[in-house]
Nanobody, 115 residues
Framework: QVQLVESGGGLVQAGGSLRLSCAAS????????MAWYRQAPGNQRDLVAG???????NYADSVKGRFTIGRDNGRNTVYLQMNSLKPEDTAVYYC?????????WGQGTQVTVSS
């Protein structure tokens, strides 16, 4: 069974940067979109950024201008470059791959931004 494996989370001071990566453990055919979501304690899981196969991107208003999503189709990998991090960015970040039939989720990686 294909799994999504995330890496790159951790503890960083406000104003710092982190880069998250998410790779599929096996081949996933015809990925329509890749995305990053986040969930803080007591909150719902919200979309942070998404990217289609054609490279169209969309971002939550709270991260526009600070976060950049990218993908490597050949490696079934998605990235999230996070700059100018704020304490309110603290959450568990999840990657998500969608095909026409299936919806894959990573296990989550903790990002903590200290003030």
């Amino acid at each position: 069974q294909v799994q999504l494996v995330e890496s790159g989370g951790g503890l960083v001071q406000a104003g710092g940067s982190l880069r998250l990566s998410c790779a599929a453990s096996g081949r996933i055919i015809s990925i329509n979109s890749m995305a990053w979501y986040r969930q803080a304690p007591g909150n719902q899981r919200d979309l942070v950024a998404g990217i289609t196969g054609g490279g169209y991107t969309n971002y939550a208003d709270s991260v526009k201008g600070r976060f950049t999503i990218g993908r490597d189709n050949g490696r079934n990998t998605v990235y999230l470059q996070m700059n100018s991090l704020k304490p309110e960015d603290t959450a568990v970040y999840y990657c998500n791959f969608r095909t026409s039939r299936l919806n894959y989720w990573g296990q989550g990686t903790q990002v903590t931004v200290s003030s």
